[in-house]
Structures are given as C-alpha cells and as structure tokens.
C-alpha cells in the first residue's frame, strides 16, 4: 500500500504494537520491526522501506478471511471491511547494493551531485527533440474523458500542480484533447498516463532501432565491475518540438493542458529517447557503455579503467543536464541487475524476481491466465534447454476453441507446467560468448515429437539456449528430417556467432554425420543443404554422455598408487565367511529352480562348494537362484552390514555384484534401498542441486586438490567432540574424517591437516573450501603461501560452489545416524568405519 493510500485513509503507522490505525478500523501489520526503519507515514516518504509489494488478507464481516490484492484491498475498506493481515513480500537482492563501499567510487559520486538532484524543472533544447509528425490528411483528435474516483481525482490535482509548477505541462487552448488514467506503480502509488491511442494512430511511424538485449548483454565479455545508472522521469528530461506541443494536450477535471516535455503513451516516444541517448554516448557506445533506453549500464575489466570509465559518463550527464535517480543506481559491482537479467563476471542469468513468479504461478483457468505464463516463460527460453517440447502441451492450449472450459487441461497439461516452472527455478548461468574460442553446436532430439532443441557452447559452458516446436507438417517429417530442420533453426537462431568461423556441431543422430555424401537428396533437403553450406562446421556424433571426472575416479590403477599397502576388499570377507544357513538355502534354492536343473544352462559356470560360481573378470560371483526370499535376504545383509553403513542403490548393487550375482541385480537393489526404513527417515532427499554449470577442473593427479568443510552442532561426546573435518581428494573422491570441536581454530585445523592429508600423501596444490573462519585467517593464508598451496574460496552463501564435500557430509551423516542408533553420543566411535565404508563404496 503506498504512501497515496495510506495518506487517503488517514493511516498513521505505531511500530512499537506494530499497526496501522485507518479511519475505518486497525491493520495488524506482519512486517518485521527491522523492515519497517525508515517509515514516515506523515511525509510519505516511502523510498528507504524495502517493501516494494504486500498481500493482504480482508476480513469482513460474515465472510472467510482471504488474500486479495492492493485495489481490492481499498475497495473492501471502503466497504466495510474492518482488519486487514499485511503479509510483505520483500524483493531485494543480497548480493548487490546501491552504495558503493569503496571510498574512491564514494567521493566520485559526491563529486557529480548535482547529477543526482531532482529534475529542477523544463530541460535544456537538444539536436534530437520529439516531433509528432502527422499522416497526410489527418484532423486534430479529440476523445472525452473518463470518470475518475475520489482517489484519482486527488492525484490528478496533486500532479499537474507539480508538473505546472516545474514547467513540464501549461494550459493549452488546442483543438487537441486526450483523456488521462492511471496506473498502479509497484510501491502502490499511481501513475497518471495520458490515452494517446487516437493521436498515435494518426503518428508516422519513427523507425529508429532499439538494440537487442542479447546483443547488449554479449558486449560484457571479459568484465569484472558493473555500474547501472536509471535516469529519474527520463522521457520527462526530453523537450517537445514548439510546433508540436498543442498536438500533446489532454483534458482533465481541472483545465486543458499540454505537455512541454516528452510523456508516456505517445508513439515514438522510445525511438526517440534511444536517439538522443546514442547521440550523447555514441564515443562510448561498445567499448564501455550500453544504453537501452532510460537504462545504462558502464562495465570495465578493471577498478581503475572502471573509475575512469564513470568519471567520463558522469560527465556527460552533467553536460546535457541529464538527472538520475541515485536510489535506483549501482557502483563498482562484481553483479547487477540490467534489463531483467543478472550480469556478472561469470555470465547473465535470470532475474531471480521473475523466477519466483514463475514459481509461484497457480495454474492457469483460462486462455488469457495462460498467455500471461507462456508470455513470461518465454522471456527465459534462452535459458531454458528444449523449451518449445516443454510448453507444447500448453502452447497448443492457445490455438482457437482449445482452452474453451477447464476440462481441457489435461493431466499432460499439469505436468508440463509444473516441470515448466521447475525449470525455470534452475538457477542457470549463461556464459559471454568469446570470439576467439571455437563454439560448439549440439542438437538435442527428443521423442515425444513435440520438437528439438539445441545448445550453443564453449569451453564446455552454455552460451544459449534454442528450441523449436515442430509443426504439423513438421510431426510427419522423417526422423532425419527433423534431426536436420533441428540443426537449422539452430544454424539460423546463432548465424551472428557462427558464420564465418569454423565451429564443430554434435548430434546424437549419426545419419546426419554422413548428409554431406549423400549422392541423393530430395528437394527440401536440397534446400536446407544449400543454407547449411554457407557455415564452415564439422560434424560429430554425440556417442553417450562421458563424465571425464568419474571415469578417471574409477581408474584401478588410481586405487594402486594411492594406497601405501593393499585394503582387503569386502569380497574376500564375504567369501570366505558365507554362512552355513546361507550356504544351506543358496543349495535348496539351486534344486528348486528349473534354470539350474538344466545342465545347458549351467555350461559356463563352475561348481564349488556346492555353489554355482560365476566368473567376472577377476571376480567370482555366486549365482543367486530364482528365490525373492533368499535375494532380500543377501541385500539386507549387505546393505546393512556397519562396514557398508546403508550406502545408496548403486553402491548397494556394486556390493552385492562383489560376491553375488543374478539377472535384474540392480532394480531390486533399487526397491530394497527405497523401501529401507531407516534409509527413509535419516537420509535427505536427493537430486540434481542448482549451479552455474562451471565445474571446478580435473585435477592431474591424486591429492593434488582437496577439498575441506566442517559437519557440525553433532551431539557432544565423551571425548568433548561435536563436529568432523571432512577432507576429500577431488579427483578420486577417497575421504579423511577427523573429530574435532565446533570451536576450532585455524591452527588446530592446520594440524589435522597436517596429519590425516600432508603425512600420508604429501602437500596438494590447492584447497578447496568455503568461506568458514578458519579459511580465512590471515594464520591460515599465510601457512598456505609458504607451503606453496593455493586457497579457493567457495561463493557466500552457495555450498554448491564445494558440491564435493559438501556430498561427502550427507553420506557421513546419514552413516552415522544409521550405526549410532538410539545412542548418538557415540558416534565417534564409529568414525573410522565410516571413513573405511565411504572409501570402500564405488564413486
């Protein structure tokens, strides 16, 4: 509710009971006291309060409590309605701030003050002024006005005093007349626009170019510090042509005016503000300035290029009598927000305000409620892999007659929302393309028919992201064909960044590797061929999905040159220690089962021990029989083996094949683990975590990166212990667990360090860590630079920046709870079998 509202309703706001009195009864505020500083309800200053937004919930008499909006919030008072619950939402982000911390960005800004004061009043004549130029034939427009509630009646006496008394608009005695409206500003207040509808009809057309914003958002490769600058009332700082001014009048309760300065609503208004900001900046234009608009943004790669790069741009604000909004700018930031995106060093990402409205959006009831979705999601499909296949259930909604009644959402229709917004909810960073690495194109099918998509890439990092929804015809094209019409778009969707330059192009659809050969081609594909032909790319086939860390984790001989002395496997224990129940029931079941019975069948197996045996490799596996009894009781006896501590589906089945073997091993190992019952109490869910798709790189060799965190507030032991050093080698995942205290210093950890990292496998290049006390203290900085070992800090606030470690502390947590039981004060006890268990278990 803004400050206009609550000066209507004579509210007066009591932060020590936290309320708002009105005439018509007592809002009970649910604002924490710390968001509400800076209020002054009696001077309506609102600007310092950091809710842009509220939800109220009306209580009425003889009605249910319910969350309505601001307007309808003013209409119930009006109507009775005797309380209101404010709910705020806060849109803030924590990770930028408007006033600068360095002391040389400060004292700049104060140098160009007058920069940021308020519009004083009729801007300055420039070369570029607004002209309203009329088609041949046109007669003046004249529209009457519309009602205006005793709100907006108030609004409109308040504004045109303010914008006479600063020169803006005057009287006007001409033929021309547009009627005003309002509209609500995000803080509540509102904004009077005029309805130019009638004289923009009448406009010529001024076809001045706004830039892309992906084109903008390309430039800031390679920058470290951002600046945005939003000009306060900026089409209000732009002067009308004198000839032109009658042609702006509009009618209001109050008298006949006319603007002076350009106003919303009127047609050209955007091209010409674009050409008087190009103008000015056009020296700057693509070397450290952007402008969209009333927008600017200044990026520099370094703080001193960036101090200078301020300096020229404060100083062309000053010269054209240029004012802005000091509230709304951002100085020297390593992040800020421009244009609905989130640009840093790393990349551009989603504006995490629009995300949470998608994720917050209920299910749409009708055709327009489902537009508006559609409308903001596809204001992320750059981001978002395959976003055509996703939404096509829905866009298929808005074809004519198809969403006429709630019976056409379908469950498909569900679903595809709801994996819509949970997409959008990714928190996906996407990098700057540089014109001096070779670009990747890979073409991603999908079955259902819907469409294709593709990713452009390089270095392994997404540039973008492109779909396409197959038509009709489309759905009837051969698979080749679609494969093909999927490398096009994307061809066509990137040709700014490809053509020109060698780059390699990936599908997973080998037929295609070879089109360039086909001595036949049929008259579409011809055509197509003849487009592609203007792009040097070189096919590849996308064989399967290779994760390089993995594969390497998983190399024996990494395992060999690790270990000082050979770790007996859990095999050999099982093998040599089977039970003799065991063994009885495994030889009861064989006579049982008619596989085995049939001596064909057994051919390849050998016999020992009674017990069929089978060789793998190295390894020799019993033969499970056909028992579902006997088959759940081996996985709960390794599965719940203390030396195996509940590991998941696929290290239970990895353990399982070390000894045992039958068909289907790992979907019932999968069912055992899903129906595990402590499994399911003491283990958190799991899942892809959201990152930025910039993975720390793979280490050369064993030990050379590690990885550290602390698990803590565990119950304290007799030993005094209440938390755990978890130090894990990034390249082969092996772990060393230490007790220790949640108070440790930074040389207690340098000790355990010392004694469970650098005693047995020498001093690593590197340590990867978060932003806890102990890593960052000048005794550990300094310990790390004399050792000659080089210290990466995870981001605040992101433990997805150390996924590793941060895995590792689940799995030793759920472990833990799982041997300690019902005695949890003793789980130092277990620590070295969990440690034996976590190192044991396949990666």
Known sequence: MGSSTLRQYGASIDLETCTLRLRKGTLVCKVPLESLKGVDAVEGKTESVPVVNFAAVAICQHAEPKQVGRKQAVRMIRKGAHALLVRPRLQLNATVTQNPSDPEVEALIDEFADVFRDVPGLPPMRPVDHTIPLVPGAQPVSRPMYRLSPLELDEV???????????????????????????????????????????????????????????LLDKLKGSAYFSSIDLQQGYNQIRIAESDIPK?????????????????????????????????????IDRFVVCYLD??????????????????????????????????????????????HVVSSSGVKMDPRKVSVVRDWPAPENLQELRKFLGLTNYFRKFIKQYSTLAAPLTNLTRKGAFSSLDAW???????FEKLKCVVANDITLSFPDYSLPFRVEVLSDASLYGTGAVLLQEGRPIAFTSKKFSGAETRYTTGEQE???????????????????????TDHKPLTFLQSVPTLNRRQARWMEYLARFDCTWEHIAGKINIADALSRHPSLHAAILAAPVRRMQDKRLSSLSSDLAARLKSAYARDPWF???????????????????????SQIVVPNDDS???????????????????????????????WWPRLAKDAENFVQTCDLCQRNKALSGKGHGLLQPLPVPDAPWESVSMDFVVALPKTEGGYDAVLVMVDRLTKMVHVAPTTSSCTAEQTARLFFDNVVRLHGVPKNVVSDRGGQFVSKFWEAL????????????????????????????????????????????????????????????
């Not at 006896?637 to 239970?652: F, V």
Request: charged fraction near 25%; aromatic fraction near 10%; charge should be positive.
């Open 157 to 215: 006496k308040r504004q045109v005093a303010d914008l006479l008394a600063k020169g803006m608009i005057r009287p006007s005695t001409s033929p021309y007349s547009a009627p005003i409206l309002f509209v609500g500003k995000k803080d509540g207040s509102l904004r009077m626009c005029i309805d130019y509808r009638g004289l923009n009809a009448a406009t010529v057309k001024n076809r001045y170019p706004l830039p892309r914003v992906d084109d």
């Open 248 to 284: 702006t009048a509009f009618r209001t309760p109050f008298g006949h005016f006319e603007y002076t300065v350009l106003s919303f609503g009127l047609t050209n208004a955007p091209a010409t503000f674009q050409a008087v900001m190009d103008r000015m900046f056009r020296p700057y």
């Open 295 to 340: 927008d600017i943004l200044i990026y520099s790669k370094t703080r001193e290029e960036h101090l200078e790069h301020l300096r020229l741009v404060l100083e062309v604000l000053r010269r054209e009598q240029l004012f802005a909004k000091r509230a709304k700018c951002f100085w020297a930031q390593p992040q800020v927000e421009y244009l609905g």
């Open 410 to 416: 379908t469950p498909e229709c569900q679903q595809a």
């Open 484 to 506: 093909l019409l999927a490398v096009l778009h994307a061809l066509k969707e990137w040709r700014c960044y490809l053509e020109g330059r060698p780059f390699t192009l990936k």
């Open 597 to 619: 019975i049939d001596q064909n069948n057994v051919g390849h197996l050998s016999m020992q021990n009674g017990l069929w045996i089978r060789k793998e490799g190295s390894t």
């Open 630 to 660: 006997l088959r759940r009781d081996i996985l709960s006896r390794i599965h719940e083996d203390p030396l195996a501590g509940h590991p998941g589906c696929t290290r239970t089945a990895e353990l399982v094949r070390r000894s045992f």
């Open 784 to 843: 790390c630079k004399l050792v000659g070992m080089r210290v990466n800090l995870s981001t605040a606030y992101h433990p997805q920046s150390d996924g590793q470690t941060e895995r590792t502390n689940r799995t030793l947590g759920d472990m833990l709870r799982n041997f300690a039981g019902r005695t949890p004060s003793v789980w130092d006890t277990y620590l070295t079998a969990a440690e034996f268990a976590i190192n044991n278990a396949v990666n």
